[in-house]
């Protein structure tokens, strides 16, 4: 039987910050406010990933100085891998089921919540030759645009292309703003806050739940979301998502680096009146 302490140490927060940076660095979290330039010396770090299929190189600036936002989270090159896998051959591997429907279309369009510096919603624009809408925080933005200006042409040499738009999660206004349809939603790491729980499902559901028959792309849009699991309050989001959506875990990596768990990618379909032709 679970004493009081048990559920004490289960509801017992981590930091996301000290799972990023080094115990001995000072980075203060990300509230939707830049920190001021004359009070950071401001760092950059730009990096090359190499994307197997296509035989080519994304370069990614970070700005660790900045916040979380502008750096590079661990499940971000867990989905990116699962795009380069089903590049590969897309008869196999997790993400073929989610991706095949679109196997048949010029274009897949692509939207990505809580991008950071863009590594996932670049690769899919470049590995899918896909129509990827970037967003984030508008904080976030100025970075997130450079990184996709910094690679354009390499987008537009695949046939993809990536466009960049402010998206406050909970704030249908900016949701409305959006009015692109989207055959598939991506993110990695965006559950890590617990206040952000609820904004964020509020948007899955305005883009996922949209209840209106005629609106057969929404119907059958998919999120596909890789997830670290860093501190056990992340499990009220998933109890949460799972009364508005059907989840279902398509892959889980093997723990790497000490730690006890891996990433873990899921797929939320949108309830709707129907079932889903094609389920995750």
């Known amino acids: ?40 010396e401001e760092e950059t770090s730009s990096n ?16 660790p100085s900045q916040g979380l936002s502008f750096q590079l989270w661990p499940a971000a090159t867990t989905l990116v891998s699962l795009l380069d896998l089903y590049c590969t051959d897309p008869t196999h591997g997790p993400l073929a089921p989610i991706l095949s429907d679109g196997a048949d279309r010029r274009r897949l369009n692509i939207l990505e919540l809580g991008s950071g510096t863009g590594l996932v919603g670049l690769a899919a624009a ?43 999660w909970g704030e249908a206004d900016d949701v409305d703003v959006i009015v692109q349809e989207f055959d598939l939603i991506l993110a990695s790491d965006v559950v890590y806050h617990d206040h952000l729980y609820d904004p964020l499902l509020e948007t899955l559901r305005l883009f996922l739940n949209s209840g209106k028959e005629e609106e057969n792309k929404k119907k059958n849009m998919m999120f596909v979301m890789a997830h670290l699991r860093r501190w056990k309050k992340d499990s009220a989001f998933f109890r949460k998502a799972k009364k508005l959506f059907e989840v279902r875990t398509v892959h889980v990596d093997p723990p790497c680096n000490g730690a006890r768990i891996g990433v873990v990618v899921y797929c939320f379909n949108g309830k709707t009146e129907k079932n889903m032709k094609n389920p995750c």
């Open 1 to 40: 039987m679970a004493t009081t302490q048990d559920q004490e140490d289960d509801e017992a927060d981590i930091n996301p910050i000290k799972m990023l940076f080094p115990a001995d660095e000072d980075h203060s979290s990300d509230n939707g406010v830049p920190f001021p330039p004359h009070e950071v």
């Open 48 to 63: 090359q990933y190499y994307i197997s299929s296509i035989k080519s190189t994304l370069l990614i600036r970070q700005l």
């Open 126 to 168: 470049a590995i899918l030759g896909a129509n990827v809408t970037l967003t984030d925080l508008p904080h976030v933005i100025p970075n997130l645009q450079f990184n996709a200006d910094a690679n354009a042409s390499l987008l537009a040499l695949q046939g993809g292309t990536a466009h960049v738009v402010p998206l406050r």
